[in-house]
């Protein structure tokens, strides 16, 4: 346990945002000028223009596009916006319990929207004025259509029997590749309980806690799983990140967590591993200023503990604000191409070479020299460069 995890690759092509960020003053625009009809639609291109022009009409007046398992069809008339997306069947026994969570939902967290039974079907709907169609409201709308139903669908399935009513659009990986990242995630998750063990034995408590919390989001960055995987995961980071629950409580839940994971049926672990089309990302969209504000706090951390040669302190503290900030966060590839270098070239590293290898690539987005440490450069002159000045 001297050396720092070993890192994988995240099979995303790329973390940053599918939003068109130039569109949105022009949405504004539409709206200063009282085109409402305009103002809602131009919210769905700046949510993800390339599924508005592929699952738009002629007129770019109804759009059927699909996010998971749920489609959400929407209709803007001069009249009115209107949106429906079928949730799920409700199962034929004892419907009672999912009616429960469903009313809760509809208390909180949803707002602006419902879900309403109509026949066998559970479906989200949202209907309003054109003329109240304001540009921020009708985002919160198809934000959380798009996020509670992805969230929620293989939840209800797995504890009330409930049905898809769509299946969702995948595109499946190749048996060897399912086998390759069932594999290294158990390799994942074997290593964090060795590390976990190790510092336990030390009463490095503090420690611990971010070898859990790397470890989930690292499961979650290598493999992005979906189905009722990802809803576990979800919840597991959820409750380290929020919970006001002593430190060694999280700790116990993490490994039960974990040795869950490591008991999960290969089978059904992998047929949650795929990719899947998503009309609105659960990730915030961070910009530049986000990037450093989000990572600020850890980087003056880091800089303390890189100062007195705590070497394993900073790089546990780096890489949990790297994978943080990947987890919640779409950036721009000039930032991830430093953190995955970054990353990349700490795996398997002593801790004195992996501290001061990440602290580099924190140091140097702060201080915005991101050309200081490319992606791409790699085997020659890399040590040269990266502590150069």
């Not at 002629?58 to 001069?78: C, L, M, Q, Y």
């Not at 999912?98 to 949803?110: C, G, I």
């Not at 990730?283 to 200023?289: G, H, L, P, Q, V």
């Not at 546990?316 to 930032?335: A, G, M």
Request: glycine share 4%; with cysteine; charged share 25%.
């Amino acid at each position: 346990m001297n050396t720092s995890p070993k890192y994988f690759p995240s099979i995303l092509k790329s973390n940053s945002s599918q939003v068109d960020f130039t569109y949105w003053d022009r949405v504004m625009d539409f709206y200063d000028a009282k085109q409402y009809k305009e103002t809602a639609i131009g919210v769905i291109r700046y949510a993800n223009p390339t599924l508005f022009e592929k699952f738009g009409n002629a007129d770019k007046t109804e759009f059927n596009i699909p996010h998971g398992s749920v489609v959400i069809n929407i209709r803007v008339t001069d009249e009115t916006f209107k949106v429906s997306a079928p949730f799920l069947i409700i199962p034929r026994e004892n419907p009672i319990p999912l009616y429960r969570q469903v009313a809760q939902l509809n208390f909180s967290p949803l707002n602006l929207t419902n879900i309403l039974l109509k026949g066998e079907q559970l479906s989200f709907e949202y209907e309003c004025p054109i003329e109240t169609c304001e540009p921020y409201k009708i985002w919160d709308v198809l934000y959380d259509i798009c996020i509670y139903a992805d969230n929620y669908d293989d939840k209800f399935i797995e504890q009330f029997n409930a049905e898809r009513i769509n299946e969702p659009i995948v595109k499946n990986h190749p048996p060897e590749k399912l086998t390759e990242l069932y594999d290294n995630v158990m390799t994942i998750v074997d290593e964090a309980l060795q590390y976990i063990s190790h510092f336990e034995q030390k009463r490095w408590e503090y420690f611990t806690w971010d070898i859990i919390a790397i470890t989930l989001f690292k499961i979650d960055n290598y493999c992005f799983p979906q189905g009722f995987l990802r809803t576990e995961l979800e919840k597991e980071i959820s409750y380290q990140m929020t919970s006001q629950d002593p430190i060694p409580q999280r700790i116990n839940y993490a490994k039960e967590f974990l040795k869950k994971l490591q008991d999960w049926d290969a089978e059904k672990f992998k047929n949650d591993l795929y990719d899947i089309e998503n009309f609105v990302s659960p990730k915030r969209s961070a910009n530049d200023e986000a990037v450093k504000g989000i990572i600020k706090n850890i980087y003056e951390r880091a800089k303390k503990e890189f100062d007195k040669k705590d070497y394993l302190a900073c790089s546990l503290s780096v890489q949990y604000i790297f994978y943080y900030l990947l987890y919640y966060n779409t950036v721009e590839d000039k930032y991830s191409n430093v953190i995955y270098n970054a990353l990349k070239k700490v795996g398997g590293k002593p801790w004195e070479e992996s501290g001061k290898i990440l602290f580099k690539a924190i140091d140097n987005i702060m201080t915005g020299n991101l050309s200081a440490v490319s992606f791409k450069s790699g085997k020659k002159g890399f040590f040269a460069r990266l502590f150069n000045n």
